[in-house]
């Protein structure tokens, strides 16, 4: 363990849902926390005014939770440190560690597409700039606007990361890059690291797209005095056509797994193991479980592949095995699309324990469940027409449900004792029974086992649908 708290943070922008690869942070920084004791810090990073809406904050709030990502501290808002970031960049600034660039962004653009044309690369250091040194005198003596650029170092910047390994960045690749833009407004690399040493964050975990941005971190770490975090770059998560993830490739924030019926344990679950093993065979894992086996070291450096179906494949486990309670508090917005009320909670919590093991999302188990409370159900002519064509079917079901409206106690022992004692009276094999009583009862060719749903259905309920059911033969 560190000899110092370990802090992480996950900073999100407020610009969208919460994305799956951002989600997958949050959960990887929660376990760090939670298996070194530390402190996890929720920062949403709302200075993009433009680009931030107060909506989508509490909705990556929301979904954090729903998933089950706890932080410690916050969440705190950057624009509300605005005066903060300012008066770090002014520090460095006074020290002579940035400077003045007095070049509009046209004439950046400009010089970008003249280089560009020549096959170079435009990056800015001091002294490279478009304009001629009179003529930055001379706007510097007019008071015009200006930008804060910070001086990047002359040597290589290395570290050590903990999914990638030993990172090198070579100086020729460095920009001078903007800390104020010339209306004042700080940038995210100011932002982002003057928030990172106040908040004491020791660890940073976050996508690899943010790997470019690291050497520019680290020098303002450097040069403001503070120690440099510890860095992890997780790789991308693609969709199975091997591009990444988004909506033309599957569904890709949490906000859309929530609607598809996924479980939030299912998901938290699933996405940990999205760049990160156990290192055994083990998968499905309780929070408590990943959090006593993970560690950064088994983190992948390789794109991980985000697949629809194992992830449905994981919450039918989930689906199976979560407290009944769990699964009922989760379904009641399913339930309740579908139609489904709760007269008899009893009733509901025992049909969909019945069911919840034939389901892989809420959504499946909701529609599987609406039969149950359907008073009098529509049958498929086509799925029907075998029963139909067996003259004495109708006859049969009579006699059973004459049978069932005796049957004492009603329990799926004696009802499947009746039904094969009946079977044997007319000599026919007990299938012959048990295949359109099903469909009598659920509508439907398959099921769970046919006298646990005669239980659950009810001594009146059955008898009206076997009664719906020879109407419909007869028809």
């Known amino acids: 363990m560190p000899d110092s708290p370990v802090r992480v ?3 999100p922008s407020p610009t969208g849902f919460l994305h799956v690869g951002g989600a997958r942070t949050a959960i990887y920084n929660d ?13 949403i990073e709302d200075t993009d005014r433009r680009r931030s809406d107060e909506a989508m904050t509490r909705q990556i709030e929301d979904a954090l939770r729903w998933i089950g990502v706890e932080w410690d501290e916050g969440p705190y808002l950057q624009s509300e440190r605005l005066d903060r970031h300012l008066e770090r960049a002014h520090q460095l600034l006074a020290e002579g560690r940035a400077y003045r660039a007095y070049e509009t962004p046209d004439e950046l653009d400009a010089e970008r597409a003249r280089l560009q044309k020549v ?4 990056r800015y250091r001091e002294g490279r700039s478009p304009l001629a040194a009179d003529e930055i005198a001379s706007r510097a003596d007019a008071g015009a606007p200006f930008a804060v650029r910070f001086r990047m170092p002359s040597e290589p910047i290395r570290f050590v990361d903990l999914v990638r390994g030993e990172v090198e960045f070579l100086p020729e690749v460095f920009d001078d890059f903007i800390l104020l833009r010339s209306d004042g407004s700080p940038t995210y690399h100011m932002s982002v690291v003057t928030d990172d ?26 040069r403001l005095g503070a120690t440099v975090p510890t860095f992890a770059h997780l790789p991308m998560i693609l969709g199975q056509n091997r591009k990444r993830l988004s909506k033309r490739s599957g569904a890709a924030s949490v906000e859309e797994f929530r609607s598809q019926g996924i479980l939030p344990q299912a ?46 494949w994981m919450n039918a486990q989930y689906m199976s095995t979560l407290d009944l309670s769990e699964i009922l508090s989760h379904a009641a917005p399913f339930l309740t699309a579908a139609g489904i ?13 019945l069911l919840r093991t034939r389901a ?50 009603f329990d799926k022992e004696g009802l499947e004792r009746e039904l094969r004692a009946l079977a044997e009276a007319l000599e026919v094999k007990a299938g012959q029974l048990i295949h359109p009583v099903r469909m009598a009862l659920t509508g439907a060719k398959a099921g769970p086992p046919l006298f646990d ?23």
């Open 119 to 122: 096959g170079e690369t435009f």
């Open 31 to 43: 376990l760090l926390a939670q298996k070194l004791g530390g402190v996890n810090i929720l920062r």
């Open 267 to 312: 998901l938290y679950n699933y996405l940990a193991l999205l760049g990160w093993n156990p290192g055994d065979e083990r998968e499905v894992m309780s929070r408590e479980t990943l959090v006593e086996a993970f560690t950064t070291e088994r983190l992948n450096d390789s794109a991980a592949v985000f697949d629809p179906e194992k992830l449905a």
């Open 341 to 353: 009320g709760v007269a008899d909670p009893d009733y509901l919590a025992a049909a969909v324990d």
């Open 197 to 222: 040493i106040d908040m004491a964050v020791t660890h940073v975990i976050r996508g690899e797209d943010h790997l470019s941005n690291t050497p520019k971190h680290i020098a303002l770490f450097e």
């Open 360 to 409: 892989k999302t809420l959504a499946e188990l909701s529609e599987l469940a609406a039969t149950y409370f359907e008073e009098n159900l529509a049958y498929d002519p086509e799925l029907t027409a075998k029963f139909r064509s067996q003259e004495d079917l109708a006859e049969h079901l009579e006699q059973l449900a004459a049978r069932y409206a005796a049957v004492e106690p």
């Open 453 to 475: 749903v005669v239980e659950l259905v009810g001594r009146e309920a059955t008898a009206r649908h076997l009664a719906n059911f020879v109407a419909h033969l007869r028809g």
């Open 9 to 11: 943070r996950f900073a």
